[in-house]
């Protein structure tokens, strides 16, 4: 394992080592993921200093094959794409939908209405990720941030059970932090860098990414100050998923879009702030006791829909209605039964007129 420790960069003394622990930089992958302009800010020290400091940083990282070299060609980004984790999730459906799972060092935005299935996803993906490499997990820990206070423990050990998982080893490998506000979302993901690695964490949910942040900052007004905050939580999180190698789940509220007289009219919130930092958009929606997946923005994948259910394993694969399965035996039956010779009217004969 790679020695991470601020100490061992040339230049950081136990003075610049206690400015930037104070500030919560505890290794260099903290200097790399926080950037030379915030930690200039938070900690006071001279600009340039830090710009050089956070460089070394990277270099480091570099050599240590923890970061991409600066210039590479496209054969290599091709192949390093090719080895990326993902993440199953447990369905033929979503997993085509996703090309396999949801990806590593790529923040994946699920939004859709309350009760479309956003949270049961999460936490499905919280028991997925423990799997072994083998069964398509990553063998990781869950860093799960609840902003919403829907995280439920119990629903992760039904989950596990079901999968064939121990439940309490499934547990114990999910850290909870709970957030009360905005300013308190962006703390716990500045100092995530130490629960990252002694956990092992592969997977970040943040459930929901922007609604502390919507609740807090009403009117017009507040807009600009609004989206200049989610916009920096938001390169924390897709920086922090890149340095670590893991996966981000940000879920994310709709709201109705008021110009819109024809068509769906539901519309994430975030603005351009979200789309733009989201690798992956996928919007859910019931359709009855079901639920439709659409992959609404992706770098290369399809727009396309799926259908998935909630079960107690999780998301689950839809099971066909009684009607489609009757109408499917029935089929097979008109198929294999013979065809009847179609005869003619008997011709007269002689002997017949």
């Known amino acids: 394992m ?12 136990p003075v610049t ?32 200093s830090v710009v050089n400091l956070v460089n070394k940083a990277r270099y480091q990282l570099i050599e240590e094959g923890k ?17 990326l984790g993902r993440i199953t999730t447990d369905t033929d459906c979503l997993d085509h939908l996703l090309d396999g799972g949801v990806e590593t060092q790529a923040i994946t935005e699920v939004y859709g209405e ?18 072994p490499k083998e069964d398509g997990g990553l063998d990781g820990g869950v860093l799960y941030i609840d902003t919403e206070n829907t995280f439920r423990p119990e629903r992760i050990v039904t989950i596990a059970k079901m999968k064939g998982l121990d439940p309490e080893k499934v547990l114990d490998r999910i850290i909870v932090a709970r957030a009360y506000n905005s300013s308190h979302q962006q703390l716990i993901l500045e100092e995530a860098g130490p629960i990252i690695e002694e956990n092992k964490i592969k997977l970040i949910v943040v459930d929901s990414a922007v609604g502390l942040f919507r ?51 539901t519309r994430p919130i975030g603005g351009n702030v979200v789309a733009h930092t989201s690798t992956y958009r996928i919007y859910f929606k019931k359709s009855g006791k079901k639920r439709i997946a659409r992959m609404v923005d992706s770098p290369h994948h399809p727009e396309q829909e799926v ?44 002997e017949n007129a």
């Not at 210039?71 to 980004?77: G, L, P, S």
């Not at 009607?323 to 002689?350: I, N």
């Open 2 to 13: 790679a020695d991470l420790r601020l100490d061992t960069l040339p230049g950081v003394g």
């Open 114 to 131: 309350f009760s479309s299935g956003k949270t049961q996803f999460c936490h499905t993906m919280c028991v997925t990720v423990q799997k």
């Open 215 to 265: 609740a807090e900052y009403l009117g017009r007004g507040t807009l600009s100050v609004r989206q200049q905050r989610l916009n920096k939580f938001m390169h924390l999180l897709v920086r922090t998923a890149e340095a670590y190698n893991i996966a981000a789940i940000a879920t994310n509220q709709v709201m109705s879009a008021p110009d819109v007289f024809f068509g769906d009219p």
């Open 67 to 83: 970061l991409e070299k600066d210039f590479v060609n496209a054969t290599e980004i091709y192949k390093r794409r090719q080895d």
């Open 307 to 350: 259908i998935f259910t909630l079960t107690e394993v999780g998301v689950s694969d839809p099971e066909e209605d009684s009607k489609t399965k009757v109408d499917k035996l029935l089929s097979k039956k008109t198929e294999k039964k013979p065809t009847a010779q179609v005869r003619g009217p008997a011709k007269q004969g002689p």
């Open 17 to 48: 080592r206690k400015k930037l622990n104070d500030s919560g930089i505890h290794n260099i992958m903290d200097l790399v993921v926080r950037g030379p302009v915030e930690i200039s800010d938070i900690t006071g020290m001279d600009f340039d």
